[in-house]
């Protein structure tokens, strides 16, 4: 499956905005979704997991500003983000996975990614 993330841009602190990730190829809905983020002289941070069906997990320092969701009929995740702060700033990256773990934080469960989109959140 090949992704391609979009949604990023130049924000304000306390702003909002929505990622998606559209897919290519028929099996999207096999494949579990999760979103993460890098940071410049960062290592690549786990923000979220969606399920197959849908069901959302999350980081903990996301849950509550972030919200993980998808459409199969679209072959697209996405990731609304809310409450955006500086150090929100970061290139965002989806992933993709048709393997079953116990969790999902490890950038390593991922087959495939899409190829990142900068969010910029200005003080």
């Known amino acids: 499956v090949q992704l391609q993330a979009s949604g990023g841009g130049l924000v304000q602190a306390g702003g909002s905005l929505r990622l998606s990730c559209a897919a290519s190829g028929r099996t999207f809905s096999n494949y579990a979704m999760g979103w993460f983020r890098q940071a410049p002289g960062k290592e690549r941070e786990f923000l979220a997991v969606?399920?197959?069906?849908?069901?959302?997990s999350y980081a903990g320092s996301m849950k509550g500003r972030f919200t993980a969701s998808r459409d199969n009929t679209k072959n697209t995740v996405y990731l609304q983000m809310n409450s955006l702060k500086p150090e929100d700033t970061a290139v965002y990256y989806c992933a993709a996975t048709d393997m079953i773990y116990p969790d999902y934080a490890n950038t390593a469960r991922y087959k495939h990614w899409g190829q990142g989109t900068q969010v910029t959140v200005s003080s």
């Open positions: 969606i399920s197959p069906s849908g069901r959302p």
